[in-house]
């Protein structure tokens, strides 16, 4: 018997009772849809965190206070506050370190940021004269503080143009007052809009000198965290060791003593965060195809019902020359085809469903890159097949090693 014939007599069994086929599957629809959906929106919000990195700069090496293992997160993306960089190391990796564009300090805070009658609660930065260099901003009005005003303690303030539209609707802000907490400040410029890079809103800030920010309005001598910017083709990777060298002189690490700082340039950030999404999306995907073991189990219970409803056809085939291969074959059959069938829609809905939520995620604004990818599609047919062969065989072999006399007297 060829297997077209086996295909047909299979088709022909699970067409008897279509309801109880289609509940049958449903595990196996359900566990294929999760799998792709999880790998699919995996794939979405890789492209999402990698695009956002990207914003920030692919010629940035990012210094954060706190130790940390290389291929892992630094201790302030933790949560933890450390209190190792100061201002003094940026002054230090400006002025020592070659092949450098710019290099801007940073802390930051929170507070209700007030003009006239109008006041919005918003982030203020305290940075360094170099920032618009090394996040290559432009300025819509005005100009960025200097160096001077920096050492001076000056309170002059660059408003972000979230604030600005929020304090200064329809008028020019620059020579305007406004106060960020009790403290007075001139606006001396307003950034060009940015939108969202690096998962923050650009353009709800406003930008103060960094000692004004630190000595007036946090009253703190430390850095949230330093960036730097290397100038067109020069090697990260030099530029990088070259300021752990430099901090380790300065902080007096010898030997094997462990940093107290974390140096990254953006493609090291690039590769942690692919790293842990591939992990987390493949242990997610993982997790779902249990719902493939359960469906299994269900369908080989459902096929041993089968063999007991068909006893007395078994018996009877048997009984006019059918081989218990020829019976083995037929059971494998329908259960192959359910599984591959529940496979294909559970693919398809799959499908449909990541769709929906990529352009959801576009609809929001989002950067979001629509990757169902082969691995999901090769899943979607492996795994229905495997669970076919590997449950579907027990109620197979019971039906080939049915007798013929005993069957055709089953009631």
């Keep these: 018997m060829n297997l077209l014939v086996f295909i047909k007599q299979a088709l022909a069994a699970l067409s008897i009772n279509k309801m109880r086929a289609f509940l049958t599957m449903l595990g196996i629809i359900i566990g294929i849809a999760a799998i792709v959906i999880i790998i699919a929106v995996g794939n979405g919000a890789q492209s999402l965190v990698i695009n956002q990195v990207n914003s920030l700069g692919s010629d940035i090496i990012a210094i954060l206070p706190g130790a940390s293992d290389e291929s892992g997160a630094p201790a302030t993306a933790l949560g933890i506050s450390v209190t190792s960089l100061k201002t003094t190391d940026a002054d230090a990796i400006r002025k020592n370190v070659q092949g450098l564009a710019g290099v801007a300090a940073y ?14 609660d918003s982030n203020f930065t305290g940075t360094s004269a170099d920032y618009p260099q090394v996040e290559n901003i432009t300025l819509s009005q005005g100009t960025f503080f200097s160096a001077e005003d920096d050492r001076s303690l000056a309170k002059v303030a660059v408003l972000g143009w979230g604030v600005y539209q929020d304090l200064f609707p329809g008028r020019q802000a620059v020579g305007e007052s406004i106060r960020i907490k009790r403290q ?10 940015r939108g969202t890079e690096g998962f923050q809103n650009q353009d709800d ?23 730097a910017k290397a100038l067109p083709g020069q090697d990260l990777s030099i530029i990088a060791e070259d300021i752990r060298a430099l901090l380790r002189d300065r902080h007096g690490l010898t030997g094997k003593q462990v940093n107290d700082f974390s140096v990254r340039t953006i493609t090291q950030a690039l590769d942690i965060l692919s790293t842990v999404t591939d992990v987390l999306k493949y242990f997610l995907a993982a997790i779902s195809a249990l719902s493939l073991l359960v469906g299994g189990i269900g369908i080989m219970n459902i096929m041993l019902v089968a063999v007991l409803e068909r006893t007395r056809e078994i018996g009877l085939r048997k009984a006019v020359g059918a081989r218990g291969y020829d019976l083995r074959i037929q059971f494998l059959a329908e259960t192959i085809i359910i599984t591959m069938m529940g496979g294909i829609i559970g693919f398809i809905l799959g499908f449909v469903v ?3 939520i990529s352009v959801l995620a576009h609809a929001l604004g989002y950067y979001w890159e629509f990757s169902v990818g082969w691995s999901s599609v090769a899943l ?10 590997i449950f579907g065989y027990y109620p ?4 080939a090693s049915l007798k013929p006399i005993e069957a055709l007297h089953y009631e």
């Design 107 to 120: 802390v930051k805070g929170v507070g209700t940021i007030t003009a006239g009658n109008q006041s919005v």
């Design 184 to 193: 007075s400040f001139r606006v001396i410029g307003v950034v060009t809009e």
């Design 205 to 227: 800030q406003v930008f103060i000198p960094l000692e004004t920010a630190q000595n007036i309005m946090l009253g703190i001598d430390y850095l949230g965290f330093i960036r």
């Design 354 to 356: 990541a769709y929906l």
């Design 380 to 389: 979607a047919i492996v795994f229905p097949l495997l669970t076919g062969l």
């Design 396 to 399: 197979a072999q019971k039906a």
